[in-house]
């Protein structure tokens, strides 16, 4: 292991790139090929800054077009007013005057234009998918079964970015496991120790998320008999998750982007702002861009989250990451309810290869763990898998796929275990279903529950409606038939 050193750390687009600074001298960053650093990005200048490199390191801008700013790290900029280090710094986010050098500290944030930086102290050793023990359980699990070059790259970003305090935007389609991505940036960082909060911004109103985040005092509203601390009061030294950001009223999407500029927090029915030492990790299965243009989201609360975004690429696209990923969702299931382990057939596994897997990992979870349940042999072959419809008893008193359909003249559909926000699944309530039973009516029905959170990835809702039940006799069933409430999603 070498000795650590410092290095500057930009972040251009879904890479991140680590320059190893002198141990003293001048370095020059612009967009020009004769800069020492060289950051090919529109919004930086030919010649836009240089660090002076010393004991200690300033920065310096040359007059760029689109400016340069330094962050202080949160716990810098929450240091003591006569701390000579915070005296000597520019405002936060403030522009950087031409030719007039200032610190730039370590875990400092760098702005250039658009262009992300931070100054790190790195042992020069490198990284790939983290052993286990770095990660929360499943999150070190699932990242010892990642084969495809392209997911083990945002890994490598990830573990990159851990260390610092910037905001991370982690994109993609449900399901394809940006919690627990998010799950290995705050276990990898210094904050690994500190409370970790999911925050789901679609499941809460405008005026219970307001209060939930922020907290509220006593007499703010009819019912707040006490004074309360939010959520990110809360969490703070920690990592705030927060999912499906893009379904954030636009109400609280004001109040979070000041939460984000000034690490401050005022509680509803207060007008006293409270610091907090927080990092924000944001996930979105949407657009953001285009919600922009159509006033769904803050395009300033945009620029505010995506200071790194790391696209996760869906599962049909890592046809690599299938198998593994099956093989150890199966062993979990097994050992979890002291079944024994069977194989995966070639065939099957070729299936599984080929689906178009809509709920992306998640699906192939449920998928995984149905088959473990009802499969007929010491290895689950293509007929054990729930991947086109949604299975009936058969003659035998076996779990078979039917030619299940939705009751419309129009559509020729296979009910699928997952769908978009149209749900086709709620229409279930007019599906025709030809089987015939053979086991007990109590078993028919506890396998019918099984089948319908399989095909709904364990949305108790969804499966609800597709059996007509109530989502309170679904729940009554799964404990007359001792059936384990599902998990949270991944």
């Given at each position: 292991m070498e000795e650590a050193q410092r290095e500057l750390v930009f972040y251009l687009g879904r890479a991140a790139h680590a320059y190893?600074?002198?141990?003293?001298?001048?370095?020059?960053?612009?967009?020009?090929?004769?800069?020492?650093?060289?950051?090919?990005?529109?919004?930086?200048?030919?010649?836009?800054?240089?660090?002076?490199?010393?004991?200690?390191?300033?920065?310096?801008?040359?007059?760029?077009?689109?400016?340069?700013?330094?962050?202080?790290?949160?716990?810098?900029?929450?240091?003591?007013?006569?701390?000579?280090?915070?005296?000597?710094?520019?405002?936060?986010?403030?522009?950087?005057?031409?030719?007039?050098?200032?610190?730039?500290?370590?875990?400092?944030?760098?702005?250039?234009?658009?262009?992300?930086?931070?100054?790190?102290?790195?042992?020069?050793?490198?990284?790939?998918?983290?052993?286990?023990?770095?990660?929360?359980?499943?999150?070190?699990?699932?990242?010892?079964?990642i084969l495809d070059p392209v997911m083990?790259?945002?890994?490598?970003?990830?573990?990159?970015?851990?260390?610092?305090?910037?905001?991370?935007?982690?994109?993609?389609?449900?399901?394809?496991?940006?919690?627990?991505?998010?799950?290995t940036i705050h276990t990898n960082s210094t904050r690994a120790k500190s409370p970790f909060l999911r925050l789901n911004c679609a499941a809460l109103s405008e005026s219970l998320l307001e209060s939930e985040l922020f907290g509220h005092e006593r007499g703010a509203f009819t019912g707040a008999l006490r004074s309360r601390h939010g959520l990110l009061e809360a969490t703070d030294g920690g990592t705030v998750f927060l999912d499906e950001i893009g379904e954030l009223p636009l109400g609280i999407q004001a109040k979070l982007l000041r939460?984000?500029?000034?690490?401050?927090?005022?509680?509803?029915?207060?007008?006293?702002?409270?610091?907090?030492?927080?990092?924000?990790?944001?996930?979105?299965?949407?657009?953001?861009?285009?919600?922009?243009?159509?006033?769904?989201f803050r395009k300033d609360l945009l620029f505010r989250i995506n200071a790194v975004t790391i696209q996760v690429p869906p599962l049909r696209e890592r046809i690599a990451d299938i198998a593994p990923l099956a093989n150890h969702f199966l062993k979990q299931f097994c050992s979890k309810n002291g079944l024994p382990v069977p194989t995966i057939g070639a065939p099957a596994l070729l299936r599984l290869q080929e689906h178009g897997w809509p709920g992306n990992v998640r699906e192939l979870k449920n998928v995984i763990e149905l088959a473990a349940f009802v499969r007929r042999g010491a290895s689950l072959s293509v007929d054990d898998f729930l991947l086109d419809g949604l299975p009936a008893v058969s003659n035998t008193g076996e779990l078979a796929i039917l030619n299940t359909r939705v009751a419309d003249p129009d559509t020729t559909d296979i009910i699928s275990p997952v769908r978009g926000p149209s749900e086709r699944a709620t229409t279930a309530r007019s599906l025709e279903i030809s089987r015939t039973v053979s086991l007990s009516p109590a078993e028919d029905e506890r396998q019918r529950v099984l089948a319908a959170l399989a095909s709904c990835g364990g949305n108790q809702t969804r499966a609800a409606k597709l059996l007509g039940f109530s989502r309170r006799t679904l729940v009554n069933r799964l404990r007359e038939y001792n059936l384990p409430r599902p998990k949270k999603p991944l």
């Open positions: 190893a600074l002198p141990h003293a001298g001048r370095v020059s960053v612009g967009r020009a090929p004769e800069n020492d650093i060289q950051v090919d990005d529109p919004s930086v200048s030919r010649h836009h800054l240089c660090l002076h490199v010393g004991a200690n390191v300033e920065v310096e801008d040359l007059g760029s077009a689109n400016g340069t700013y330094v962050v202080p790290s949160v716990q810098d900029a929450q240091a003591p007013a006569d701390d000579q280090t915070r005296r000597n710094k520019h405002v936060l986010g403030a522009r950087l005057s031409a030719q007039k050098p200032v610190p730039l500290n370590l875990k400092d944030s760098l702005r250039l234009g658009s262009v992300f930086a931070e100054l790190q102290l790195r042992e020069r050793v490198s990284r790939s998918i983290p052993p286990p023990g770095v990660l929360a359980p499943e999150a070190s699990a699932l990242a010892q079964h083990a790259e945002r890994y490598q970003l990830a573990l990159r970015i851990a260390g610092s305090n910037l905001t991370v935007l982690l994109t993609g389609e449900t399901g394809v496991g940006k919690e627990i991505l998010a799950e939460v984000l500029e000034e690490r401050k927090v005022t509680r509803v029915g207060s007008s006293e702002p409270r610091p907090i030492d927080v990092r924000f990790v944001a996930a979105t299965n949407r657009d953001l861009r285009q919600d922009v243009i159509v006033g769904k």
